[in-house]
C-alpha cells in the first residue's frame, strides 16, 4: 500500500513508526509539508493509527492484488485467453471455397487443382486473390474470366468459360435388342442390314452418313424404322450349397471427434472383425462451437452355408427369372411367347426365361 500524506510533524511520524516498528519503502519528501512512503499490507493498519492530522492518499499496489483475483477469477481468464488465441489462429484459416460459374469444368477438379497450389481449406493460405486467380487461368484454357473475392475465411472464386464450336459428329443407331429384322424404313443415313438378318444387342443397323450424287459421304444424323422378333432373355442360377455372411450379435462403435471438420483424436475402441459390416452417421456435440464427432458401428458376421432343395425352390427360381425379363420389356412391343426352362449342371441349378416379342430394334 502507498500513502500519500500532507501535513505537520511529518518528522514525529516518521520516528513513531520506527518505533512500532512498521517498515517503510521508498520514503521521499517532496516539499515539507508532503510525505510518501509504501507499507506492507500487514503494517497498513498500524499506520492508519497515527496518520489522523495528515491529510491522506492511499494508492493500493496493484502487483499485490493482482495475484489473489488471478487464482479466484484463474478459469475465467484462461478460457478467455484460450478463446481469443484460437479465434486469432482460426480467423487466419480458409474453412471453406465456394465456386461459381462453371458449365463444362468440374467443380471437384477444380478445388484439385487448388490444394495442388497450397491453396486448401483447413489451413493458412497465404496466396493473394491475384496469386489465385493467375493459377486456375495458368491451368485452364477453358476459363476466359476468373474473380476471387476473400470473405473472413471464406474464398468466394466466380468465373466463365469460353465458347467452344465443334462440328458435332452422329452415332450411328445400333440394335437396342437381339432378334430377327422384319421390317427396315431408312430415312436418313445409310443402311447396313437387311431384312431377315439375326442381329445382336450393339450391332450397327443404319451408318450415320448418306453417299450424294458425286458418291461423296455426307454426316446426317441417322433415322429410321426397324421392326423384329425381339427375344428378351435372363437367367438366374442357385448353388446347392450356399455360404451367406449371418450377424454373430457381437458390436462395437468407434468415435472420432472433429473441429472444424479438422480430426482431433478417436476414442479407444478399435475394429478387430474379420467379416463385418458397419453404419456410420455424424452428431453435433455443441451448439457454441463446431465440435462434431463421428460414430461408426461395425457387427460382425461369420459365414455360415445353407443348402437348398432343388425341387422344393424350382418353381420360385423359374417365377423370379421369368418375372426379371417381364419387368424389362420394351415400350411399344407386341408379347407374343414366353418360356423358362430349368437345368442342373455341378450341383448348380440355372433357370431361364425366353420372351418373344414384335416391336421395335432401336427402341
Same mark, same amino acid.
Given at each position: 500500500?502507498?500513502?500519500?500524506?500532507?501535513?505537520?510533524?511529518?518528522?514525529?511520524?516518521?520516528? *513513531?513508526?520506527?518505533?512500532?516498528?512498521?517498515?517503510?519503502?521508498?520514503?521521499?519528501?517532496?516539499?515539507?509539508?508532503?510525505?510518501?512512503?509504501? %507499507?506492507?499490507?500487514?503494517?497498513?493498519?498500524? %499506520?492508519?493509527?497515527?496518520?489522523?492530522?495528515?491529510?491522506?492518499?492511499?494508492?493500493?499496489?496493484?502487483?499485490?492484488?493482482?495475484?489473489?483475483?488471478? #487464482?479466484?477469477?484463474?478459469?475465467?481468464?484462461?478460457?478467455?485467453?484460450?478463446?481469443?488465441?484460437?479465434?486469432?489462429?482460426?480467423?487466419?484459416?480458409?474453412?471453406? @471455397?465456394?465456386?461459381?460459374?462453371?458449365?463444362?469444368?468440374?467443380?471437384?477438379?477444380?478445388?484439385?487443382?487448388?490444394?495442388?497450389?497450397?491453396?486448401?481449406?483447413?489451413?493458412?493460405?497465404?496466396?493473394?486473390?491475384?496469386?489465385?486467380?493467375?493459377?486456375?487461368?495458368?491451368?485452364?484454357?477453358?476459363?476466359?474470366?476468373?474473380?476471387?473475392?476473400?470473405?473472413?475465411?471464406?474464398?468466394?472464386?466466380?468465373?466463365?468459360?469460353?465458347?467452344?464450336?465443334?462440328?458435332?459428329?452422329?452415332?450411328?443407331?445400333?440394335?437396342?435388342?437381339?432378334?430377327?429384322? *422384319?421390317?427396315?424404313? %431408312?430415312?436418313?443415313?445409310?443402311?447396313?442390314?437387311?431384312?431377315?438378318?439375326?442381329?445382336?444387342?450393339?450391332?450397327?443397323?443404319?451408318?450415320?452418313?448418306?453417299?450424294?450424287?458425286?458418291?461423296?459421304?455426307?454426316?446426317?444424323?441417322?433415322?429410321?424404322?426397324?421392326?423384329?422378333?425381339?427375344?428378351?432373355?435372363?437367367?438366374?442360377?442357385?448353388?446347392?450349397?450356399?455360404?451367406?455372411?449371418?450377424? *454373430?450379435?457381437?458390436?462395437?462403435?468407434?468415435?472420432?471427434?472433429?473441429?472444424?471438420? #479438422?480430426?482431433?483424436?478417436?476414442?479407444?475402441?478399435?475394429?478387430?472383425?474379420?467379416?463385418?459390416?458397419?453404419?456410420?452417421?455424424?452428431?453435433? @456435440?455443441?451448439? #457454441?462451437?463446431?465440435?462434431?464427432?463421428?460414430?461408426?458401428?461395425?457387427?460382425?458376421?461369420?459365414?455360415?452355408? @445353407?443348402?437348398?432343395?432343388?425341387?422344393?425352390?424350382?418353381?420360385?427360381?423359374?417365377?423370379?427369372?421369368?418375372?426379371?425379363?417381364?419387368?424389362?420389356?420394351?415400350?411399344?412391343?407386341?408379347?407374343?411367347?414366353?418360356?423358362?426352362?430349368?437345368?442342373?449342371?455341378?450341383?448348380?441349378?440355372?433357370?431361364?426365361?425366353?420372351?418373344?416379342?414384335?416391336?421395335?430394334?432401336?427402341?
Amino acid at each position: 500500500m502507498k500513502f500519500t500524506l500532507t501535513g505537520y510533524n511529518a518528522d514525529n511520524l516518521l520516528k *513513531t513508526l520506527y518505533i512500532k516498528k512498521v517498515t517503510l519503502y521508498n520514503v521521499q519528501r517532496p516539499d515539507v509539508k508532503t510525505l510518501m512512503f509504501e %507499507v506492507a499490507e500487514k503494517d497498513e493498519k498500524k %499506520v492508519k493509527r497515527y496518520i489522523a492530522n495528515f491529510k491522506v492518499k492511499r494508492t493500493p499496489k496493484l502487483i499485490k492484488r493482482l495475484p489473489k483475483f488471478v #487464482l479466484i477469477n484463474l478459469g475465467l481468464i484462461l478460457g478467455v485467453f484460450l478463446g481469443g488465441i484460437f479465434f486469432l489462429f482460426a480467423s487466419n484459416y480458409t474453412w471453406k @471455397i465456394s465456386i461459381y460459374g462453371t458449365k463444362e469444368l468440374s467443380v471437384s477438379e477444380i478445388i484439385d487443382v487448388l490444394n495442388k497450389n497450397g491453396v486448401k481449406t483447413g489451413k493458412i493460405n497465404l496466396q493473394s486473390s491475384e496469386e489465385i486467380e493467375s493459377i486456375l487461368l495458368n491451368n485452364y484454357d477453358r476459363i476466359a474470366q476468373v474473380s476471387v473475392i476473400r470473405e473472413g475465411t471464406h474464398i468466394i472464386i466466380n468465373l466463365s468459360e469460353k465458347l467452344v464450336y465443334e462440328e458435332e459428329e452422329f452415332a450411328p443407331l445400333t440394335a437396342k435388342f437381339s432378334g430377327i429384322i *422384319t421390317k427396315i424404313n %431408312v430415312i436418313s443415313g445409310t443402311n447396313n442390314v437387311k431384312v431377315g438378318s439375326f442381329v445382336n444387342v450393339g450391332d450397327v443397323l443404319v451408318l450415320p452418313f448418306n453417299i450424294n450424287s458425286n458418291g461423296q459421304k455426307v454426316s446426317v444424323k441417322p433415322l429410321a424404322e426397324i421392326l423384329g422378333k425381339i427375344y428378351i432373355t435372363n437367367t438366374l442360377q442357385l448353388s446347392k450349397i450356399e455360404t451367406k455372411l449371418v450377424p *454373430t450379435g457381437k458390436s462395437t462403435t468407434i468415435y472420432n471427434y472433429k473441429i472444424f471438420n #479438422l480430426n482431433l483424436f478417436s476414442g479407444k475402441n478399435k475394429n478387430s472383425f474379420a467379416l463385418f459390416s458397419s453404419t456410420s452417421y455424424n452428431e453435433n @456435440i455443441s451448439r #457454441l462451437i463446431p465440435l462434431s464427432r463421428d460414430v461408426v458401428t461395425y457387427f460382425e458376421l461369420t459365414p455360415t452355408q @445353407i443348402e437348398h432343395n432343388f425341387e422344393l425352390e424350382r418353381a420360385e427360381l423359374e417365377k423370379n427369372a421369368l418375372n426379371s425379363v417381364l419387368s424389362n420389356l420394351p415400350q411399344y412391343s407386341q408379347k407374343f411367347g414366353e418360356k423358362v426352362t430349368t437345368s442342373i449342371v455341378d450341383n448348380v441349378m440355372y433357370a431361364s426365361a425366353v420372351v418373344e416379342l414384335e416391336g421395335s430394334l432401336i427402341g
